[in-house]
């Protein structure tokens, strides 16, 4: 429509999109999405579309929650700011961190809050050398991570993470930053026994500790499920390891928490679901369900008693670090996430139906291994498959692409990772509405495939 095209040409004129391909949306045009209801959005056509990523993996409560509304509205009226630096401080901040003392692991006793994931980790890299020192070993300043990890945009965010594609702009990463390659079955642990790829895996982190000294590493950082990369679920027994190799050397383990947390995968946390003890984590997205922006850093004993007992300054901070409003409906969010037993739901119910049903869409043509966890599931896209052998495409076929198009059209958002398709839906989600999404699904690779045949 008109307004559609009027709105569209205004974005392209002025609007500088995160993330984005320009030269593709002024061909195109962006879709403008205009309302959420439940796991559905609205676009500016009038089309409703399953939100199959909760927005960016954070709407996990759905659209349209009145509690969460309600308790940004009733904050903003109370006090829209105030903030906690100079020893001052505010009641929603102080509610907040108690509740996450509550809904935390044991040992997890404080909290540092940002506007987003990419501050998280960038008070971490602080934080982690910041501890050393107080320990008496500043010369333990790298940190380990991984290929294809994502831990945000900033320039240590940005450097943490291993998107070779970001690293390309900016001069990144940062120095002091290495990584181990990531843990992905499908390509690298091709025909062997998941147990013994996760051991393998996990000694890539022993390798680079031996390789750069011990003495000189600080910490390793790592998704839990590798979110951004492509949903890599990592084999068995990994993170165990993982975990094992940085008590042996004595590094900081830090669990990004960003996506995992607050019930993705059907436990609070995704080092809870894998049974590993972070020394510090990250937190985003989930903790409001994105209604507010909100991210932090939860900080274990170790850590805190140094930061706050022996070093007691710790000269970091931002503006809106505890903003009321943006608290307040965390609280809010992880009430309702209690009241409604959400995280049991995904473990219980959910997550299995999820799982059933995603995995039926193994039995189509262009699909290998589809793979869940908790509510998040990834697939590949292939050519051709036999067994266990599989053809596939070449980087240049865009098959990822043409797939997304292909959802969008079909009312259903997927996010391409290269030749991965994944999802990350609101926990909310109902069997009906599973039912519903991976039909669409279904429709769009048999779209997908008829595509590539013509
Ligand atoms: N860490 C992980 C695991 C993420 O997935 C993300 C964002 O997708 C971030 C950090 C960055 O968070 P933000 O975009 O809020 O800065």
Redesign the pocket.
Known sequence: TTDTRELQRRDSAHYMHPFTDTKALSAQGARIVVRGEGVHIWDSEGNQIIDGMSG??CVNMGYGRHELIQAATKQLRELPFYNSFFNTSVVPAIELAGLLAEVTPPGFEHFFFT???????DTILRMVRRYWDIEGKPKKKTIIGRKN??????VA?ASL?GMSYMHEQGDLPIPGIAHIEQPYAFTLGRGKAPEDFGREAAGWLEAKILELGAENVAAFIG?PVQ??GGVIIPPPGYWQEIERICRKYDILLIS?????GFGRLGRWFGCEYFGFKPDLM?F??GVTSGYQ?L?GVAVGERVASALIGRGSDFNHGFTYSGHPVACAVAVANIRLMQREGIVERVAEDTGPYLRKRFLELGDHPLVAEPQTCGMTAGLVLVRSKSHNEYAPFDAEDGVGMVCRRHCFEGGIIMRAVGDRMIIAPPLVMSHAEIDLMCGRIRGALDRTADELRR
């Open positions: 960016l993996w506007n987003s994931g990419s501050e998280g980790n990890g994502y831990h945000g945009s900033t965010g993470g998704e979110g951004a990004d928490e960003v996506i995992c990250t985003a997205k922006p991210g």
